[in-house]
Nanobody, 128 residues
């Protein structure tokens, strides 16, 4: 059983930065595609960013491209989301997700249903 635990959320002013972390249990972390999703108040869960097992291949939603950076440390079983230039519309619960299935290396999954394992989420609130 794989467990994911997010941390690093909190309250930040518009224009500020936060760094989220996701700790993943188990010995197979380096084989997972990892992703970040968020769910804003009254809205559906949406894709933010993903990173493949190599660590060098990343993909971002247009809403965060240029502001957010996803990275991973396979030696530590950790995934990170560096969030800069935060806006009030970034306010949401942020979720870490893992996809263990092996897929084509040039395909990016942006649907929540494609990810088998999920964290409980961490709240990010951006004030104006």
């Amino acid at each position: 059983q794989v467990q994911l635990v997010e941390s690093g959320g909190g309250l930040v002013q518009a224009g500020g930065s936060l760094r989220l972390s996701c700790a993943v249990s188990g010995r197979s972390f380096s084989t997972y595609t990892m992703a970040w999703f968020r769910q804003a108040p009254g809205k559906e869960r949406s894709f933010i960013a993903a990173i493949k097992r190599t660590g060098g291949s990343t993909y971002y939603s247009d809403s965060v491209k240029g502001r957010f950076t996803v990275s991973r440390d396979n030696a530590r079983n950790q995934v990170y989301l560096q969030m800069n230039s935060l806006k009030p519309e970034d306010t949401a619960v942020y979720y870490c997700a893992a996809r263990a299935k092996s897929d084509s290396s040039n395909y990016w999954y942006t649907s929540a249903g494609a990810y088998e394992f999920w964290g409980q989420g961490t709240q990010v609130t951006v004030s104006s």
